[in-house]
């Protein structure tokens, strides 16, 4: 199971998805056979990106069957198809082909913007669409129409908005918007909606796809879980990084414009997620390639953009 969701405001567009694979005992033995059981131990760690960038004006994005979803971007990479109707038409063949046992969803941003989902046996033009467990669905529009925690998230913009009325030049950060909050509510909904517990076959990373400056990215952010308890001392200073034996991790995804990129601090391991095996069930996902190396060394070697930086000392 997958949980999908996608959005098209006026100023915003985005597709976020969770990151987790869920392989039945029956299928496991046989894709350690396909793939090799280092690759199926990767995945099952690290599992899949399900809001793929083809390119900057297109993303596709999937919950169901990883063959289906191979399929269609094998149809997309191979023949360097850019055409969203096309797209979207094909998605529908594997769709009703398999029994509608994976869903789509098409976003395009061009002249204007388009969000197609492939759903229930037809196409569909939509302003949302979510995929994958209902059950983490109805626990997202639960909590991002909770009044209270609305309030919380648009009070925290209230200084913001009050300095961009005394700004001058907004090249560098535009003022926010309406959109900017409804975007930061709805990610904090779906995050706490993925980590609910509530599906156990829903989670792992958070993958967020968002438009910037017409184009699609997976934007720069740094998550950081911390399980131990802690006493909060009069400095108030709160620590953010636990040892991975404590229980904690700190991950820090990387901008771009086509493969996701992530660091995790506590076991010193890269990845980007590529098509990287030759099988043909699974040959255009973008599956986890792991790079055991230094934080600094996985930046060099990949030509890595970085804005944000945290100094975390480990061994």
Same mark, same amino acid.
């Given at each position: 199971? %997958?949980?999908?969701?996608? &959005? ?15 392989? %039945?005992?029956?299928? %496991?033995? &046989? ?25 900057? +004006? $297109? ?27 096309? $797209? ?12 509608? &046992? ?36 109805? $626990?997202?529009?639960?909590? &991002? ?22 700004? *001058?030049?907004?090249?560098e950060f535009p003022p926010i918007t309406i959109d900017d909050i409804e975007k930061d509510i709805d990610f904090k909904a779906f995050d706490k909606a993925v980590k609910s517990n509530t599906d156990l076959t829903v989670g792992g990373y958070i993958v967020e796809c968002i438009e910037h400056h017409n184009k699609f990215m997976y934007p720069e952010c740094i998550n950081s879980t911390v399980e131990k308890p802690q006493i909060v001392p009069s400095d108030g200073e709160i620590n953010t990084y636990n040892e991975a034996s404590e229980g904690g991790y700190t991950y820090h995804a990387y901008e771009s414009n086509n493969n ?10 890269? *990845? ?26 996985? $930046?060099? +070697? ?5 804005? *944000? ?7």
């Amino acid at each position: 199971m %997958s949980f999908v969701y996608a &959005r098209k405001l006026k100023n915003k567009f985005y597709i976020l998805a969770d990151s987790k694979i869920t392989i %039945s005992d029956d299928d %496991s033995d &046989r894709l350690k056979i396909r793939i090799g059981e280092k690759v199926y131990n990767d995945l099952k760690k690290f599992g899949v990106i399900k809001n793929v960038i083809i390119n900057e +004006n $297109i993303c596709i994005a999937s919950a169901g069957v990883l063959e289906d979803f191979n399929e269609l971007l094998k149809y997309v990479d191979t023949q360097k198809i850019n055409d969203i109707n096309l $797209i979207s038409h094909q998605a529908l063949n594997i769709h009703l082909h398999n029994n509608k &046992r994976t869903d789509f969803i098409i976003a395009k941003i061009d002249t204007n913007k388009e969000l197609l989902e492939i759903k229930n046996g037809i196409i569909s033009k939509v302003e949302t669409s979510w995929l994958g467990s209902y059950n983490c669905f109805n $626990i997202f529009q639960n909590i &991002r129409h909770d009044k209270v925690f609305r309030n919380q998230i648009e009070d925290s913009y209230s200084v913001l908005i009050e300095e961009d009325k005394n700004r *001058i030049n907004y090249n560098e950060f535009p003022p926010i918007t309406i959109d900017d909050i409804e975007k930061d509510i709805d990610f904090k909904a779906f995050d706490k909606a993925v980590k609910s517990n509530t599906d156990l076959t829903v989670g792992g990373y958070i993958v967020e796809c968002i438009e910037h400056h017409n184009k699609f990215m997976y934007p720069e952010c740094i998550n950081s879980t911390v399980e131990k308890p802690q006493i909060v001392p009069s400095d108030g200073e709160i620590n953010t990084y636990n040892e991975a034996s404590e229980g904690g991790y700190t991950y820090h995804a990387y901008e771009s414009n086509n493969n996701f990129k992530l660091y995790i601090y506590q076991m010193k391991k890269g *990845i980007i997620y590529e098509p990287n095996i030759n099988d043909p069930k699974y040959n255009h996902l973008r599956l986890p390639k792991i790079y055991n190396m230094k934080l600094d060394d996985f $930046i060099k +070697n990949n030509n890595i953009k970085q804005s *944000i930086t945290i100094n975390i000392e480990y061994e």
